[in-house]
C-alpha cells in the first residue's frame, strides 16, 4: 500500500466552482500535511500546510486533515482558470522528509 | 530574498556520460532535500543533506548515484555512466534548520535527458 495515495484526475471544473481534492495516507506518525500546487514543468510551490487534524484557511483555499480517518483535503473556493495546475499532497512527521502523492490535475474552464 | 536555484535548467547526456546537477537553497536554509520526478509520477524522495553530512539516503539508488552539500557551495547530485532510465526531471528543495515543521521549498527543477 503506497503511503500517500491522490486520484491523478483530471479533474475539470467552470470558473467559480467549489473543487475538492483529496488524499489518503497510511502512516500513523504523519503529523504534518502540506499542499503544493506545480504548474507544468516548474517546480512545486507550497501553497499551505496544517499539523495534526484541524483545518487552516488561507484566502479561497482551506485545508482539512481527519487523522482518524487519514484523510486530508483541500478545498478551493471561487475556482480561476489561473488556478490550472497539479497539486501535490504531502505528509511527513517530525524531523521526517515528507513523502508525496502523485497529484491530482485540475483544469479550470473560464 | 532568492528562492531556491538550480542549474544548468535542461541537461542532455549520453548513456556512460556523467550528469552534475547544482542546487543552491534558499537563504538561511542549511537543509537540502533531492527529489525526483518521472513523468506521470509524484515526486520521490532521494537524500536528504545538511551542510557537510548526509542524514537520509534511503531513497537514493545504490549504484551511480551520489549527493553532497560542501560546507561552501552548492548541493550537487551527481549520476555517473547515465542510462536512459536516469531521465526525469529533478527537484531540489531546502528548509530551515529543523524544528519540527518541514516546510520545503522547491527550486525549478533539472530535466535531464538521456540519449
Known amino acids: 500500500q503506497k503511503e500517500v495515495e491522490q486520484d491523478p484526475g483530471p479533474l475539470s471544473v467552470p470558473e467559480g466552482a467549489i473543487v475538492s481534492l483529496n488524499c489518503t495516507y497510511s502512516?500513523?506518525?504523519?503529523?504534518?500535511f502540506m499542499w503544493y500546487r506545480q504548474y507544468s514543468r516548474k517546480g512545486p510551490e507550497l501553497l499551505m500546510y496544517t499539523y495534526s487534524s484541524g483545518n487552516k484557511e488561507d484566502g479561497r483555499f482551506t485545508a482539512q486533515v481527519d487523522k482518524s480517518s487519514k484523510y486530508i483535503s483541500l478545498f478551493i473556493r471561487d475556482s480561476q482558470p489561473s488556478d490550472s495546475a497539479t497539486y501535490l499532497c504531502a505528509s511527513g512527521g517530525s524531523y521526517s522528509t515528507l513523502t508525496f502523492g502523485k497529484g491530482t490535475m485540475l483544469l479550470v474552464s473560464p | 530574498n532568492a528562492g531556491v536555484m538550480q542549474n544548468p535548467r535542461h541537461l542532455v547526456r549520453r548513456r556512460g556520460q556523467e550528469a552534475r546537477l547544482r542546487c543552491s537553497p534558499m537563504?538561511?536554509?542549511?537543509?537540502v532535500y533531492w527529489y525526483r520526478q518521472l513523468p506521470e509520477e509524484g515526486l520521490k524522495f532521494m537524500v536528504y543533506l545538511q551542510k557537510e553530512n548526509i542524514i537520509d539516503e534511503s531513497g537514493m539508488p545504490k549504484e551511480r548515484f551520489s549527493a553532497e552539500f560542501p560546507k561552501e557551495g552548492p548541493s550537487i547530485l551527481r549520476i555517473q555512466q547515465v542510462v536512459r532510465g536516469d531521465s526525469a526531471a529533478y527537484f531540489c528543495?531546502?528548509?530551515?534548520?529543523?524544528?519540527?515543521?518541514?516546510?520545503?521549498?522547491f527550486g525549478p527543477g533539472t530535466r535531464l535527458t538521456v540519449l
Open positions: 528543495a531546502s528548509s530551515l534548520p529543523a524544528s519540527g515543521i518541514n516546510e520545503q521549498f
Open positions: 502512516n500513523s506518525a504523519f503529523q504534518y
Open positions: 537563504k538561511g536554509h542549511s537543509h
